[in-house]
């Protein structure tokens, strides 16, 4: 049986893990469960830890560990991405691919590593190996809707729906790819978040975002705003709120310099601020090829 | 067999042994004879007893009310017949007659007739009118004992227990006593000659058809209200269908179930049932056309005796050995769920309907649900789901089954649900989008189904729930008969628990955050977490409540519908003349179902909630807007402000002077105080009103208010302590005019003027005293003209010693002039909304202190942007825009591989607009569009604007953990997913620039900061450049809005300019005389062209340029506007007619028309060479060709341009 499914009891911890709430998923006591089950939960820990910026401690509690494990060479490839070591990350994702291509976690956090560096073919390789893993279904959704493939991106989606219906991954891998396609699309991927969202078991940054960014796009600038601001009050530091607030303060007339600059200070490196850099240069360059006939 | 779950009891009375019963038609009323004698009169509904009537000896077996008229009739075991009025309270009349106990009397529907049948086996037919017996139907052999008439024909039908039912023909009798007419031959005929005259040859009332086939006495016999049916009860334990044409009679069948004797039946007045109760002590309840038993209540010791229906309601009432019970066989509560403007509900006929709030309209039938549960019972609840347009509704019967269906798109008629869902449980909801929760009372389980029915997951809800409801997201309320929990679903785990009682419905606020919980007599409001806001009684049965859009809790009650405010405050908002369910309010409007399932309106004033929430929320403004539109007058209003503490606004309310002047004093406002004791002048008032102001410091007013009454004592004593020496002389006077001498004499001390105290006691022939004042104050030659005048001399008279004498402090600070430093009266910053509206003219009028920079605040906003006729050079919206429009779309997504567009590529080819090349990244094409259409050249200042744009335009989601978040674009084409359609949003559109944008550039104006305004008028340009509109209207207006903004950039500048000159050189006063000029051309809002004006009249006055003055002040008055202003332009005007020249010769021809160059600010005559700007319009010199625009930052004068564009008709 699947672990991971409804009634396995891995469920919670999966599911806190893809709900975001990393914290909870730390604090699981993994002592209940059935040996077998220890080893995916102490990976979904690790990841936990690796997703709230710990890799450095992930790094030194897996140093001790047997190098032969394929799983947690994985998790250790994660990690030495996560920490900015991208060269040995590379080097061990290549090399557990090649070696370990029918292991569950090697598929996901390798094919992550890949990802995230920009190997989108290889990453998709290796993940098109999984044998019913959703979140290898998920990953390739979010690759294909990385190249702009959102018709490749749905098409796995209502694959993974036909066998999976209920489980929350696809849910939110369905809406990934309602935001994207739009239309009644958005109703139907803020109804999912919402849901996350409002329940207090399920409520994290990755849902009062989720929810935000459906708002929108739906046009509902003032319940998107009610979303953010409760988000930001409760996850200050969450990049991803930041970011979406600074876009929703422009959407509304106000000034997104505040948060600009909080964005700046706690995450440098956001798209956003390297986006809008990359076309502020654009903008100076373009703008000098005019002047005016006769300078005042 | 099944024990009824459907039966409710609505109320129960405790007595001795009830025989008799009877519905009030209209009021809700009921009356009971009992086997005490005692006749009672109850009100059903507040479960009161009215009255009491005792004048029968023995049990009263028989009682009825008339239809119409207030009394009733009663029969009894003291063989007498009473007839009583129940408004008087007494017995009218008595019939006596029958020979035996009286079983049962009624009224006939029309005629004033009443019918009675007795245990001396007779049936009579009394006239009540003329009180007396007009037929007498003897036939059976035993006692009668029950007789009823037809409800329409002229027919009775009577049982006894000679075991027999008879029906009975009374065409006779009604012949006979009807108003005589023209009698026909056949008539006559028919009279003189009785065919078919009884044994005893009456032929007034004939035995029709005698029913035999019970085979024991028979207790009740009743008419189907409609049909030719008859059904009986007998001792033989058996319920009897009888049908009947015009010629024969027989039995139709058998109820069988009753196990003791049968006491009475009826048929329901509007379903196909029959009702029976018996000495086995139960309520039966039968099929009438299967005879099937549908259900049954049993009392547990009590033997029923009597049942009665309700004509018109669905209320039935058993008489049994303990007293009445007053019960409805089935909930009436219509079945409905709300969702946003849509209201879903389950009519009648077991058909579900939707109803549209917005348009109002009912639509068709969208299913049936016939086949849900037992044909008897309806639909107790419906849950909707909007994801899956999907219904979850939960029936009753068979200890409470529930059906999962999906709606159809289109309502096309009552059809049978196709994949039904269905399976056993108390309540069923849904819980989220794919989950529903169902509970099953029984086993004491929810389970937590998918949509395919199947069990994910089982709770244990906590000991003794009796109901569950939806909990906002994820969440479960379990309700148990003395709390309410909170559950979460995913966590398995209790939230909060709140101790309340007996709740029966929960709802929810719109927007999730509160939920009132509902029972019998009290609403108890909770947030989402389960803490309790308010609670509030009601006396009388709660029966729905509705969640208006500002939070205000509207409830319905048996006859009334209330409010109640987050903080327990409550009114009635109207009557109710029938029992409603609301569903949903909406401003005016309440929305609710009926008890026969129909969706209707009422109209409400929601003036007074509103009201009340506003003061909550310390709205003011939309309490002003109210008392402005409404007419909030009313006493209640006011003592509601007085006694929460509000009486400065209930000031605002009271026209009364009186109650006026109260309020003042109470909130100490004195000067409506002193408004309102000049009115009335009372002298009462005056002293009220001179106490509060003494105790204000405000000596002012108390001044006024002792002068007022006279009272020079008060007021002497105010001037001496204020220091006012010369009005405390002016008190001396007055003093001496009245000749009131002590006053005199105190207000000479309180002066120090001892000359007149002497003065005073010479007059009064106080020798002594004079002597003795004018020695002690070493005036000795006053002293001694004393003692000269009397006759004396200084040795006559023997003296104290005298000691040096007081003298009267002087005043050190002029107290009188001021009032002492009073405390702001504390106006609410209610009042100062209201005051706003009065001062704005007069801070409009300090605005033009010819110091402009010392003005204080302005008030804010007020100006609505008001059309400028302006055209505006360079725009051609006619034209075409020549840009690289793709003329074929090339598909993407035809590969089967690799990286496809970003949308964001596809804006920039889906729209020829340069604010969505800019959203789309890509700036170069958009500062082609832009030079091409309005010249722009410098495009620095329009850099935030860009960006700004470009920043609005993605949004960042985060999904797999390690993977940067994934990018998606924000579309103004909400609705669309065709990608050669999809269109970004554009940050602030137009409505955003004409309501805040250009109202912020008009108050930076009023408040005289001109550099702010300037910036934010280019704002507002640069806003405009780069935007997009929806609409041809919206191109215009975007015209008009540029302009608006030219005309004020420029005439700050103008100002601004003036301002930055030194005026002490003769050149430099003339430039600002010039540019003071100037100021004045540019096409403002007259409120603040006014403003220019009045600067530069001042100006040109002071500077003893009259001429020029002149024309300012003609054309500031030709403007009009506050009077103030007004005044001030007449009054130089006037001066300025007696010169009219000008002492330093300006440039500026007060007659011709002109524009200003905005660069040189310098006119430029009609006729004169001059280029124009391409985007703003702004007029310049022609040597200005070819720079950037003064006005606008960005764009070339003269240069080439297309125009702007902003709209492309069919892309939105």
């Not at chain 2, 003065?759 to 020695?775: C, G, H, R, S």
Request: aromatic share 8%.
């Amino acid at each position: 049986m699947d672990p991971f499914s409804a009634e396995g009891e891995l469920i919670n911890i999966h599911n806190a893990f893809h709900q975001g709430q990393y914290p909870a998923v730390i604090d699981f006591d993994p002592a209940a469960l059935s040996p077998e089950n220890q080893l995916p939960a102490r990976i979904l820990q690790l990841r936990a830890q690796i997703a709230l910026g710990q890799s450095a401690a992930v790094l030194a509690e897996l140093a001790g560990e047997d190098d032969s494990n394929p799983d947690l060479a994985a998790v250790k490839a994660l990690a030495q991405q996560s920490a900015g070591d991208l060269e040995s990350a590379h080097t061990l994702a290549q090399d557990l691919a090649e070696n370990f291509p029918d292991n569950g976690t090697v598929q996901v956090l390798a094919g992550t590593v890949l990802q995230a560096q920009g190997h989108s073919e290889e990453a998709l390789a290796l993940l098109a190996k999984h044998q019913g893993s959703l979140e290898a279904v998920a990953l390739i959704v979010q690759i294909h809707l990385h190249q702009n493939r959102s018709d490749l991106a749905l098409k796995e989606v209502q694959a993974a729906k036909r066998w999976a219906q209920d489980s929350l991954l696809v849910n939110l891998a369905e809406s990934w790819v309602g935001l994207r396609v739009g239309g009644e699309k958005y109703q139907a991927a803020f109804y999912v978040y919402e849901e996350l969202a409002s329940a207090p078991g399920t409520a994290a940054p990755l849902s009062i975002v989720g929810q935000a960014v459906a708002e929108l796009h739906l046009g509902r600038l003032p319940e998107a705003e009610a979303a953010l601001s409760t988000a930001l009050e409760k996850y200050p530091d969450e990049a991803e709120v930041i970011a979406n607030a600074i876009v929703l303060n422009v959407l509304a007339g106000k000034s997104a310099e505040e948060l600009e600059g909080r964005l700046q200070q706690t995450h440098p490196s956001h798209p956003l601020l390297s986006d809008i850099q990359e076309k502020s240069d654009l903008f100076d360059s373009a703008a000098a090829k005019y002047a005016p006939r006769v300078l005042a | 067999m099944q024990s009824s779950p459907n039966m409710l009891t609505k109320f129960e009375s405790k007595s001795s042994r009830a025989k008799g019963i009877a519905f009030h038609p209209k009021r809700p009323w009921i009356l009971v004879s009992l086997h005490s004698s005692t006749i009672q009169l109850w009100d059903y509904r507040m479960g009161t007893l009215i009255d009491r009537f005792e004048e029968h000896d023995g049990p009263v077996r028989g009682i009825d009310f008339h239809p119409t008229q207030p009394m009733f009739v009663s029969g009894g075991d003291d063989y007498k017949i009473k007839v009583w009025n129940y408004q008087t309270r007494r017995c009218m009349f008595t019939l006596n007659g029958h020979l035996d106990y009286v079983r049962t009397v009624f009224f006939h529907h029309e005629l004033p007739w009443i019918l009675s049948a007795s245990d001396d086996q007779t049936i009579r037919i009394w006239n009540w009118q003329n009180r007396s017996l007009i037929c007498t139907m003897t036939g059976h052999n035993h006692y009668v004992m029950c007789a009823q008439f037809h409800p329409t024909e002229d027919l009775i039908a009577s049982a006894s227990l000679d075991q027999s039912v008879r029906i009975w023909d009374i065409s006779g009798l009604r012949k006979k006593h009807s108003a005589p007419t023209t009698i026909s031959f056949e008539d006559q005929m028919a009279r003189a000659n009785p065919g078919q005259a009884d044994m005893f040859g009456n032929t007034d009332a004939v035995v029709k058809f005698v029913l035999e086939g019970h085979d024991r006495g028979v207790n009740w016999v009743s008419f189907h209200p409609t049909l030719p049916l008859i059904v009986s009860a007998g001792d033989d334990r058996l319920i009897k269908l009888w049908r009947m044409s015009d010629t024969k009679a027989w039995e139709v069948d058998t109820c069988r179930g009753h196990f003791q004797n049968a006491s009475a039946c009826l048929f329901h007045p509007h379903q196909d049932l029959i009702l029976s109760v018996g000495e086995d002590k139960t309520i039966r309840c039968w099929d009438l056309n299967k005879r099937t038993s549908v259900q049954s209540f049993k009392r547990d010791l009590d033997r029923f005796w009597v049942i009665a229906a309700h004509p018109e309601i669905n209320l039935f009432a058993a008489g049994h050995d303990t007293g009445v019970m007053v019960f409805k066989l089935e909930r009436e509560r219509p079945a409905s769920a709300v969702y946003q403007n849509q209201l879903f509900y389950i009519t009648k006929e077991k058909h579900v309907k939707s109803y549209d709030f917005g348009k109002n309209v009912e639509s068709p039938p969208m299913l049936s649900l016939r086949k849900l549960g037992s044909p008897w019972v309806p639909p107790r609840t419906l849950s909707y789901n909007p994801a899956e347009r999907a219904i979850l509704v939960t029936s009753p019967t068979d200890g409470g089954v529930y059906e999962l269906i999906h709606l159809p798109r289109d309502a096309t008629g009552a059809v049978e649900p196709t994949d039904v869902k269905r399976g056993q449980g108390t309540s069923a909801v849904f819980v989220a989008r794919n989950r529903f929760a169902v509970f099953s009372q029984g086993n004491q389980q929810v389970d937590i189904k998918d949509l395919s029915n199947a069990t994910t997951k089982s709770i244990k809800p906590p000991v003794g729930t009796t109901d569950i409801y939806f909990g906002g997201t994820g969440c479960l309320l379990f309700i148990t008969p003395t709390s309410v929990v909170l559950f979460d679903i995913q966590q398995k785990k209790q939230l909060a628990e709140l101790a309340v009682s007996g709740v029966k419905y929960v709802v929810w606020s719109n927007d999730g955050l509160y939920a009132a919980l509902l029972s019998k007599h009290n609403v108890t409001i909770v947030t989402k977490t389960l803490e309790q806001v308010s609670s509030l009684h009601e006396t009388i049965r709660i029966k729905s409540a509705a969640w208006d859009d500002a939070g205000v809790l509207l409830y319905s009650t048996l006859n009334h519908v209330k409010y109640s405010l987050l903080n327990g405050d409550n009114g009635i908002i109207r009557t109710l003349d029938q029992t409603v369910y609301l569903v949903k309010v909406k401003g005016r409007s309440v929305y609710c179902l009926d008890r026969s399932a129909k969706p209707r309106v009422l109209d409400i004033d929601p003036t007074e909630y509103r009201f009340k929430l506003a003061l909550v929320k310390r709205n003011y403004d939309e309490m002003l807007q109210i008392i402005k539109t409404s007419s909030l007058v009313g006493q209640s209003i006011i003592s509601y402000l007085q006694k929460k503490g509000y009486p400065e606004i209930a000031l605002q309310f009271v026209q009364d002077s009186q109650t006026r002047f109260e309020l003042a004093l109470e909130c100490g406002n004195l000067d409506v105080a002193i408004e309102m004791a000049r009115e009335l002048d009372r002298p009462n008032l005056w002293t009220r009103l001179g106490a509060e102001a003494l105790a204000h410091g405000n000596h002012q007013t108390v001044e006024m208010a002792y002068q007022k009454q006279r009272n020079f004592d008060k007021l002497s004593f105010l001037y001496l302590s204020t220091g006012d020496q010369e009005k405390l002389s002016r008190m001396a006077k007055i003093a001496e005019h009245r000749g009131d001498f002590t006053s005199r004499f105190q207000n000479a001390i309180y002066r120090g003027d001892v000359e007149d105290r002497i003065q005073m006691f010479k007059e009064v022939d106080l020798y002594p005293l004079a002597y003795l004042t004018a020695k002690s104050h070493g005036l000795t030659e006053e002293a001694e003209s004393i003692l000269e005048a009397c006759g004396l001399t200084e040795d006559q008279i023997t003296l104290s010693t005298i000691e040096e004498p007081l003298r009267v402090p002087q005043p050190i600070v002029p107290t009188f002039k001021a009032n002492w430093p009073v405390k702001a009266a504390a106006h609410s910053s209610f009042e100062k909304a209201l005051l706003g509206e009065v001062g704005e003219v007069d801070d409009e009028v300090a605005a033009i202190e010819f110091e402009p920079e010392e003005e204080g605040e302005v008030a804010a906003a007020r100006d609505t942007f008001e059309d400028e006729e302006e055209d505006v050079a360079g725009w051609d919206m006619g034209d075409e825009i020549n840009v690289e429009e793709d003329a074929e779309f090339v598909d993407v997504e035809g590969a089967e591989a690799g990286a496809g567009g970003a949308e964001a590529d596809l804006w920039a080819r889906n729209s020829p607009l340069a604010a969505d090349h800019v959203a789309a990244g890509s700036f170069e094409t958009a500062m082609q569009l832009l030079n091409r259409q309005v010249g722009a050249v410098n495009f620095a200042p329009l850099k935030p604007r860009f960006l700004e744009i470009y920043k609005g335009s993605k949004t960042y989601l985060p999904a797999s953990a390690g993977l940067p978040p994934l990018v998606n674009y924000v579309r103004r084409t909400v609705e669309e997913t065709d990608s050669r359609k999809v269109l970004p949003v554009i940050p602030r559109d137009l409505e955003t620039i004409a309501n805040v944008d250009l109202q912020e550039g008009y108050a930076a104006m009023r408040a005289n900061k001109l550099e702010d305004g300037v910036k934010v008028f280019k704002g507002i340009l640069h806003s405009i450049l780069l935007n997009t509109v929806s609409s041809e209207a919206e191109v215009e207006q975007a015209k008009k809005i540029i302009a608006t903004a030219r005309e004020y950039i420029l005439a700050m500048s103008i100002e601004l300019e003036r301002r930055s000159l030194s005026t002490d050189t003769p050149e430099g006063l003339k430039r600002s005389l010039e540019l003071s000029a100037y100021f004045t051309i540019p096409k403002l809002e007259v409120a603040h062209r006014q403003l220019a004006l009045m600067a530069a009249m001042k100006f040109a006055f002071a500077n003893k340029n009259y001429s020029s003055a002149l024309s300012f002040a003609n054309r500031m008055l030709a403007n009009g506007g506050s009077p103030k202003l007004l005044e001030q332009a007449r009054k130089i005007k006037l001066q300025s007619e007696r010169s009219a020249q000008d002492k330093i010769d300006i440039e500026f021809d007060q007659f011709a028309e002109f524009d200003i160059c905005a660069a040189s600010y310098t006119p430029i005559y009609g006729g004169s060479p001059s280029v124009s700007d391409p985007f703003t319009g702004a007029k310049y010199h022609e040597q200005y060709k070819g720079t950037v625009c003064r006005i606008s930052e960005v764009t070339e004068i003269g240069a080439p341009a297309s125009g702007l564009r902003l709209f492309v008709p069919g892309q939105y």
